[in-house]
């Protein structure tokens, strides 16, 4: 299946879904051109897709539980993204969410978690990111609790949404930028029991950077850049 339709694929209010072996394409900087939007629904499973669009591949909205991505090939465009949250205060979470198996060539972001500076009852939690290669990823490790497209209408405020329980494990490869970990959380909600496993990203042949505020974890294996927790 190919597609060129605007409108991403939208998985609202499911339960026990599949989808595999879909290739989307969009333009690679025709806006709002999500490959997969993902919200209120448990038990998704997405595997084996190409993914390239002109924003996120997969957004994962609130309500989401339960959701398997595997085998995922994207670029270019943004991220695979839980989120953005805190758009709405009685927001519900996001949880038990795995990526494992999947490539990211040429993309603005690789795995990403956003939400917006404002209060919020969301919560992010049990997420699992393993088995990556990043190749030419400007951000291939993000978490932006920041999130203000364009800078227009975003209040100067802390989010209130609660990001814990987080792995990032076997993530290899190369980044665009020279900070290839970005971990910039709220400061009245930290990030909690982040961990980082056996991650080497370089950049222009060397080892790149790591940013982290307000937030706490662990790192153990080989970890490169080094780690920021």
């Known amino acids: 299946m190919a597609?060129?339709?605007p409108r991403p694929p939208l998985i609202n209010s499911y339960?026990?879904?599949?989808?595999?072996?879909?290739?989307i394409i969009a333009l690679?900087?025709?806006?709002?051109?999500?490959?997969?939007?993902?919200?209120?629904?448990?038990?998704?499973?997405i595997s084996g897709n190409s993914i390239r669009t002109g924003n996120d591949r997969i957004s994962i909205g609130p309500r989401t539980r339960n959701l398997w991505m595997e085998g995922i090939r994207c670029g270019p465009g943004h991220s695979v993204s839980v989120g953005s949250l805190a758009k709405e205060l009685n927001e519900d979470g996001v949880q038990n969410i795995t990526l494992t198996k999947s490539i990211f060539t040429g993309s603005d972001n690789g795995v990403r978690i956003k939400s917006w500076a404002r209060p919020s009852k969301?919560?992010?939690?049990?997420?699992?990111?393993r088995n990556i290669l990043m190749r030419n990823v400007q951000n291939p490790i993000i978490i932006d609790q920041n999130y203000?497209?364009?800078n227009q209408g975003c209040p100067s405020q802390s989010s209130g949404v609660k990001i814990s329980e987080v792995t990032y494990k076997n993530i290899h490869g190369t980044s665009a930028t020279q900070v290839a970990v970005t971990f910039d959380c709220s400061p009245s909600n930290p990030c909690k029991g982040i961990r980082l496993q056996d991650i080497k990203l370089s950049y222009l042949n060397?080892?790149?950077q790591a940013s982290c505020r307000h937030i706490g974890g662990t790192s153990t294996g080989v970890i490169v850049p080094q780690s920021c927790l």
């Open 3 to 5: 597609t060129t339709d």
């Open 15 to 23: 339960n026990n879904v599949m989808i595999r072996n879909v290739k």
């Open 28 to 45: 690679d900087q025709s806006p709002n051109t999500d490959g997969i939007h993902v919200q209120l629904s448990i038990g998704v499973t």
């Open 122 to 129: 969301a919560f992010v939690r049990d997420i699992s990111f």
């Open 148 to 150: 203000c497209p364009n």
């Open 206 to 208: 060397k080892p790149a």
